[in-house]
């Protein structure tokens, strides 16, 4: 058993400690969110409710007694999985998330995919024509990095292609007016139609999701491709490439050699790219009237509903931890000095 925790405590170590990031995380969104103005149960009884109903509304919230007592019950409820009501739907914030989250990680899921396919093909355009101008370009754009968010990309791109080309539908949901979603079978709006072989609301969910993942892929991408090319430009000059291409090696094994050695850094910062994705998801889903995780966030901020929006933030933490561990995962075994216990080597 010592043998397998030792060879193992590379990833084991990781998993154990996501609970504990996990809860240093709910208790900062806990006070993050009690420091927005407003008063949540004076939201839901008015102004013209008496005292007894207020503090009857307050306690039915979860709200009376100190700050500790409420931390304490929010910590414990989260033990049962349970994040409270909503006070905007009435309903449990798990039952909230559970009809929306789906949607805003199958938009960011797939933004991310079409991502690392760009990102990978135009570093390949560079490294094998350095000197050509689909280089040069290739590594202009890189350099546009973080230059314009995803909301300015996001209304330039509706002006264009939707009110001036009309070549995209209106920013107006994820399917045309008239058509109703599938019965959900994984909750992923575009997986079920899929499933369901609906090949009109497939095509409808195509063509309204195309804008906002050419979004994200705009403004995303120049940041990977900066730091991937910056990697593979010393990956190609380093010592163990020069010394294959010495000894003849074929092209593909030395660019696969200097991508090896390229990636960790690059991977590393997919892990904060993805958490930029959520984000640009959320954005870029009120933008678009596409319904998910950002609209809710949005009515939660508007109704100054506390509990929504903690488990909001806590879902959205979770999502992002798992995403570092893998990134973690995936960086290791690309270069296992990265383990615990390794330590130097070449590659």
């Not at 996990?22 to 927005?36: C, G, K, Q, S, T």
């Not at 490294?127 to 590594?139: D, E, G, T």
């Not at 009110?163 to 575009?190: D, K, M, N, Y």
């Not at 380093?238 to 074929?250: E, I, M, R």
Request: with cysteine.
């Amino acid at each position: 058993m010592t043998g397998f925790l030792e060879r193992n405590r590379w990833w084991i170590g990781r998993i154990a400690v996501l609970p504990v990031h996990l809860l240093v995380f709910a208790v900062a969104a806990f006070f993050l969110v009690r420091a927005i103005p407003g008063d949540p149960a004076r939201e839901v009884v008015g102004p013209e409710a008496t005292e007894a109903d207020y503090l009857a509304t307050k306690a039915e919230l979860g709200l009376d007694g100190s700050l500790w007592s409420q931390l304490m019950t929010y910590l414990g409820n989260l033990l049962h999985f349970d994040l409270g009501n909503a006070i905007m739907t009435g309903r449990p914030v798990t039952t909230d998330i559970a009809d929306r989250l789906p949607g805003t990680v199958e938009l960011a899921g797939i933004a991310f995919t079409v991502l690392i396919t760009v990102t990978l093909a135009l570093s390949a355009v560079v490294v094998a024509k350095p000197r050509s101008v689909a280089a040069r370009v290739v590594r202009w754009y890189g350099q546009a990095a973080g230059a314009v968010p995803e909301f300015v990309v996001g209304v330039v791109g509706i002006f264009l292609f939707y009110a001036t080309l009309q070549v995209v539908p209106a920013p107006s949901g994820r399917i045309r007016a008239g058509l109703t979603e599938p019965e959900p079978i994984t909750s992923f709006p575009l997986l079920d139609a899929l499933l369901r072989g609906d090949s009109v609301v497939v095509s409808s969910m195509f063509s309204h999701l195309l804008l906002p993942i050419g979004v994200l892929v705009v403004s995303v991408t120049p940041i990977l491709l900066k730091q991937l090319l910056t990697a593979l430009d010393s990956s190609l000059t380093a010592q163990p490439t020069l010394f294959k291409v010495a000894t003849g090696s074929a092209r593909k094994y030395i660019y696969a050699s200097a991508y090896r050695r390229a990636l960790p850094p690059t991977v590393a910062l997919f892990g904060l790219v993805f958490g930029s994705l959520l984000g640009g998801a959320v954005i870029l889903e009120t933008l678009f009237g596409l319904g998910g995780m950002g609209r809710y966030a949005v009515e939660a901020v508007a109704a100054t509903d506390l509990i929504a929006l903690q488990g909001f933030l806590l879902v959205v933490a979770a999502i992002s931890l798992l995403v570092f561990l893998c990134v973690d995962l995936i960086n290791m075994l690309l270069d296992p000095r990265r383990k615990p216990g390794r330590a130097g080597g070449g590659s």
